[in-house]
C-alpha cells in the first residue's frame, strides 16, 4: 500500500531558476490532501489486479490571484520525489497550435529527463504511427480533397440531399465528376483514416504507458503518474478546448492521473467564445473531469503582499523621504493591511485591488520631501473614482449629496453612515506617546497620563463620519465640537484634544479616535486641500498598469 506523502513548504526553494518563498498561505495541506487522493484514485494495490491502475482527471479551480501556479510548480517539484510527474505551462505553448504535440514532446522531455536517460534513448521515442495523429503531419482528407478538385464545394457535397443536387460537378481540369465513384473513394478514406488513427492512438497510448514504467523502475518510484497542466484558461479559445479533449480521448491512460488548474469561470468564456453564449459551458466542462477542487483565494492583506511591492510604506522609507503619513506605522505590512480594510469595504476584485494599491504607492514615491497625506482618504478617493468618477468629483468639489429612500436629499456623512455602517472592520496605527509629550502633556501628568506605546485602533465607519466626510465640507459636526466642555467657550480646540486624553485613557474603544484627531489636526492633515487630493488620484489613475498574474504568486 501507498505511504502517505507530507509536503513541507515552510522553507524558500529555488528550482528551475525561479524562487519560491515560504508558504504564507498555508497551501502545503492542500497538496498533501490532493496528493493522497489522487494517489488512491490512480493506483490503489488492493483492488483486483487488472482494476489497480486508473485514470483520473481533476480540474484545480482557482481565480486569478489564489496562487495556483506557485502552488502547481511546488508541489509537482515536491512530486518528483515520489511519482513520474510532468508540468505543462498551455499558456506558454500555445503557439504550437497541436495541444497534441505539446503534451507528447514534454512527457518525453520530462519523464526522459526524469529517468536520468540521454536525449537518444530508445525507450522515449515517438512511434511513427502517432505521426498521423499531429495536425502538421495530417492536414486531413478532406484538405487533400479539396487541392484536388479545387473547383468543387466539398461542404456542398457532403450536404446535399442526393446526387442530382450535383450532377454537373466538375474537377479542377473541367472533366466530369464520378460522384458515385467519388463517394465511394471518401467514405473508404474516411474509414482508414478513422481506424488509422484508433491505432496510432492505441499505440500511443502503450508507448506513454512504457515511458511511465520505464522511470517507475529506473528511480524506484511509485504510481500513479502525475501529469499536471496550468494557465489553461488563458490560452485561446480554441486551443484551450482542444487540450481538454486530447487529455479525455487520447490521454485516458491507466495509472496516470491529470492536474488541470483554471480559472474555471474564464474557462467557461472561452468554451462559449466556440460555441456561443447559449452554450452550457459548465456542464460541457464537467465531462472533462472526475472532480473539481476550489483553490480559494486568500484573504485581500495576504493577496496585496504578495502582489504589491510596499517597500515604499515602510516608516524607514517614509522618514528618509521626509514624508509623513497618517496613520503611521513603522511595519509596511500594518499599512497596507489598513489600505486593504477600505479595499474590501469597497468590495474591489483582485486586479482592481491591486490597481489601486500600486496607485497609491505610486503616489507616496513621487510625493517631494515634507510632504503629509493621509493615506486612508487617498485610497478611499481611489476607490470612488474607480467605482464612479461622477461620484468622486463631487466629493472633491464639495457638493456631494444622495437622495434616501424617502428621497430627501442628504449629504456625504449620511450616505457614508447608510453604506457602511455595518462594517466592523479596524485601522491600526502605532503610537508613542513620548514622541508627542511636549504637546498632549500639557494637561496630562507624564507619570499617571497611562498610554502605552503601542498599537491603537480605531473603526472604519467611525473614520469615513468623523475624518472624511468632515474633510469634504459634508457635515458641520466636528469632533472637538461634541467632545467641548460648553462651560469653557475660551479653550481652543486642541486645548479641548489635549484634555480628551485625561477622559479618555481609561476607554480602549475611544483612544485610537482621541490620537487620530490629535494627530490629525496638530501636524495640518486637516489643512490638506481637497483639490491636492484630487490631483493626486487623477494622476495616479492615469497609470492604468497591465498586472500579469506572477508566476509565483
Known amino acids: 500500500?501507498?505511504?502517505?506523502?507530507?509536503?513541507?513548504?515552510?522553507?524558500?526553494?529555488?528550482?528551475?531558476?525561479?524562487?519560491?518563498?515560504?508558504?504564507?498561505?498555508?497551501?502545503?495541506?492542500?497538496?498533501?490532501?490532493?496528493?493522497?487522493?489522487?494517489?488512491?484514485?490512480?493506483?490503489?494495490?488492493?483492488?483486483?489486479?487488472?482494476?489497480?491502475?486508473?485514470?483520473?482527471?481533476?480540474?484545480?479551480?482557482?481565480?486569478?490571484?489564489?496562487?495556483?501556479?506557485?502552488?502547481?510548480?511546488?508541489?509537482?517539484?515536491?512530486l518528483k520525489a515520489h511519482f513520474p510527474v510532468v508540468y505543462i505551462d498551455a499558456w506558454q505553448q500555445d503557439y504550437s497550435d497541436d495541444p497534441l504535440m505539446t503534451a507528447i514532446s514534454s512527457i518525453i522531455k520530462q519523464l526522459r529527463e526524469q529517468a536520468g536517460m540521454p536525449e537518444s534513448s530508445p525507450k522515449f521515442q515517438l512511434p511513427k504511427k502517432a505521426l498521423g495523429l499531429l495536425k502538421a503531419a495530417a492536414p486531413g482528407f478532406a484538405r487533400s480533397m479539396a487541392k484536388r478538385y479545387l473547383d468543387m464545394d466539398l461542404a456542398a457535397f457532403l450536404q446535399a440531399d442526393d446526387d442530382s443536387e450535383l450532377k454537373d460537378a466538375k474537377d479542377s481540369e473541367g472533366n466530369p465528376i464520378d460522384l458515385s465513384e467519388l463517394a465511394s473513394t471518401m467514405v473508404k478514406q474516411l474509414i482508414d483514416e478513422h481506424d488509422g488513427k484508433k491505432k496510432a492512438i492505441d499505440d500511443l497510448k502503450v508507448h506513454v504507458a512504457n515511458w511511465v514504467k520505464t522511470v517507475t523502475e529506473t528511480q524506484e518510484l511509485a504510481y500513479p503518474a502525475f501529469i499536471f497542466i496550468d494557465e489553461l484558461d488563458r490560452c485561446r479559445p480554441s486551443y484551450a478546448v482542444e487540450m481538454l479533449e486530447t487529455i479525455k480521448h487520447i490521454f485516458d491512460i491507466k495509472g496516470i492521473v491529470f492536474v488541470v488548474a483554471t480559472d474555471t469561470e474564464q474557462l467557461q468564456h472561452a468554451v462559449k467564445a466556440i460555441y456561443g453564449e447559449g452554450f452550457n459551458a459548465r456542464i460541457y466542462l464537467g465531462r472533462f473531469f472526475n472532480s473539481r477542487f476550489s483553490l480559494k483565494a486568500p484573504d485581500l492583506k495576504s493577496f496585496l503582499e504578495v502582489h504589491t511591492d510596499i517597500s515604499k510604506l515602510s516608516g524607514e522609507y517614509l522618514t528618509s523621504a521626509g514624508i509623513q503619513i497618517l496613520p503611521s506605522n513603522e511595519n509596511a505590512k500594518v499599512t497596507l493591511s489598513n489600505i486593504s480594510v477600505i479595499l474590501d469595504a469597497f468590495n474591489m476584485p483582485p486586479r482592481t485591488a491591486i490597481q489601486i494599491a500600486d496607485r497609491v504607492v505610486a503616489t507616496i514615491s513621487n510625493m517631494p520631501s515634507g510632504s503629509k497625506i493621509d493615506i486612508l482618504m487617498l485610497t478611499t478617493l481611489l476607490c470612488f473614482y474607480e467605482e464612479d468618477v461622477e461620484k468622486f468629483h463631487k466629493i472633491v468639489r464639495q457638493s456631494f449629496t444622495y437622495k434616501d429612500d424617502a428621497g430627501n436629499d442628504k449629504k456625504l456623512v449620511h450616505y457614508l453612515k447608510y453604506r457602511f455602517s455595518s462594517n466592523q472592520a479596524y485601522f491600526k496605527t502605532h503610537i508613542n506617546p513620548d514622541a508627542y509629550a511636549p504637546t498632549f502633556l500639557k494637561y496630562c501628568n507624564p507619570i499617571t497620563h497611562g498610554y502605552k506605546n503601542r498599537i491603537y485602533t480605531f473603526n472604519l465607519t467611525s473614520y469615513f463620519q468623523q475624518f472624511f466626510a468632515k474633510h469634504f465640507k459634508s457635515d458641520e459636526t466636528d469632533l472637538s465640537g461634541m467632545l467641548a466642555d460648553k462651560s469653557r467657550p475660551q479653550e481652543s480646540p486642541m486645548e479641548i484634544r489635549q484634555k480628551q486624553f485625561i477622559t479618555e485613557k481609561n476607554n480602549d474603544d475611544n483612544q485610537g479616535m482621541v490620537w487620530l484627531d490629535f494627530i490629525y489636526h496638530q501636524y495640518g492633515f486637516d489643512k490638506i486641500l481637497p483639490k491636492f487630493y484630487k490631483d493626486y488620484v487623477e494622476l495616479a489613475s492615469a497609470l492604468d498598469l497591465i498586472e500579469e498574474e506572477p508566476k509565483n504568486d
Open 1 to 78: 500500500m501507498q505511504k502517505n506523502t507530507y509536503l513541507d513548504w515552510s522553507e524558500k526553494l529555488e528550482f528551475d531558476g525561479e524562487s519560491f518563498p515560504k508558504d504564507t498561505l498555508n497551501r502545503a495541506k492542500y497538496a498533501t490532501f490532493l496528493t493522497q487522493f489522487l494517489v488512491g484514485q490512480g493506483f490503489d494495490e488492493t483492488r483486483e489486479k487488472d482494476d489497480q491502475k486508473r485514470n483520473y482527471v481533476l480540474n484545480l479551480n482557482s481565480e486569478w490571484g489564489s496562487g495556483k501556479t506557485y502552488f502547481l510548480k511546488r508541489w509537482s517539484h515536491d
